[in-house]
């Protein structure tokens, strides 16, 4: 199984925090987080390689906090801070050294009052 495994996400408030977690199968050289809402296409999120650098979308730096533990191979989104407008599907995508690219099945984060 090289589906990376997704959890975390939920119903938040506008203000709240939620943190997701992927784990991968295996060795990776990147890891990512995409969301996908209503009527719109997937978006990078924020991304990190193996050696810890970092890349976020401009919607999200400041609020939005990625992070990875190679020993266990998996990866977590730190979110604060969430608007109404972070609402959708967030897909959790790793690029395998020994199998390329794979994405996990989505976990749907929605924030409203």
């Known amino acids: 199984q090289v589906q990376p495994v997704e959890s975390g996400g939920g119903l938040v408030q506008p203000g709240g925090s939620l943190r997701l977690s992927c784990t991968a199968s295996g060795s990776v050289f990147i890891m990512g987080w995409y969301r996908q809402a209503p009527g719109k296409q997937r978006e990078l999120v924020a991304s990190i390689t193996s050696g810890g650098i970092t890349n976020y979308s401009d919607s999200v730096k400041g609020r939005f906090t990625i992070s990875a533990d190679n020993a266990k191979n998996t990866m977590y989104l730190q979110m604060n801070n969430l608007k109404p407008e972070d609402t959708a599907v967030y897909y959790c995508?790793?690029?395998?050294?020994?199998?390329?690219?794979?994405w996990g099945q989505g976990t749907q984060v929605t924030v409203s009052s």
């Open positions: 995508n790793v690029i395998y050294k020994a199998w390329g690219r794979s």
